[in-house]
């Protein structure tokens, strides 16, 4: 993804989620979003595999758990009707259908709706 497009999703986190945001920042081609609680997300789409991404909360030292929407084709996952994509709920082996739209934009808007549940609570 080009850095002017992390860029234009980097706005639209801050300025659409600030209530949950700490920081937001472009690393290694990926966007960063620093949460309140400390968590943090990482939003990656690969320069070398069109169309493969990972969209991974790390909230292990909060709470034990991660959430990540991706579309490695890990065969385990094979049963899955949205098969190679997947979401892994709390943990990397409780995986289930993504329901994750898969443009950009409406995907950072998306999971970060779905975290902004969990942290306002």
């Given amino acids: 993804m080009a850095i002017t497009d992390l860029i234009e999703l980097s706005v639209i986190a801050t300025t659409e989620f600030p209530e949950i945001i700490r920081v937001v920042s472009i690393k290694e081609h990926k966007l960063r979003v620093v949460l309140i609680d400390e968590s943090y997300i990482d939003f990656w789409w690969s320069e070398q595999v069109n169309g493969r991404y990972?969209?991974?909360?790390?909230?292990?030292?909060?709470?034990?758990?991660?959430?990540?929407?991706?579309?490695?084709?890990?065969?385990?996952?094979?049963?899955?009707?949205?098969f190679p994509h997947h979401f892994h709920f709390k943990s990397d082996t409780d995986v289930r259908e993504s329901d994750l739209n898969?443009?950009?934009?409406?995907?950072?808007?998306?999971?970060?709706?779905?975290?902004?549940?969990?942290?306002?609570?």
């Fill in 54 to 82: 990972a969209h991974h909360w790390e909230r292990r030292h909060v709470d034990g758990s991660i959430y990540r929407y991706d579309n490695a084709p890990h065969s385990p996952w094979k049963h899955l009707r949205s």
């Fill in 102 to 121: 898969l443009a950009p934009v409406e995907s950072v808007r998306q999971f970060l709706t779905f975290t902004s549940t969990i942290i306002l609570k």
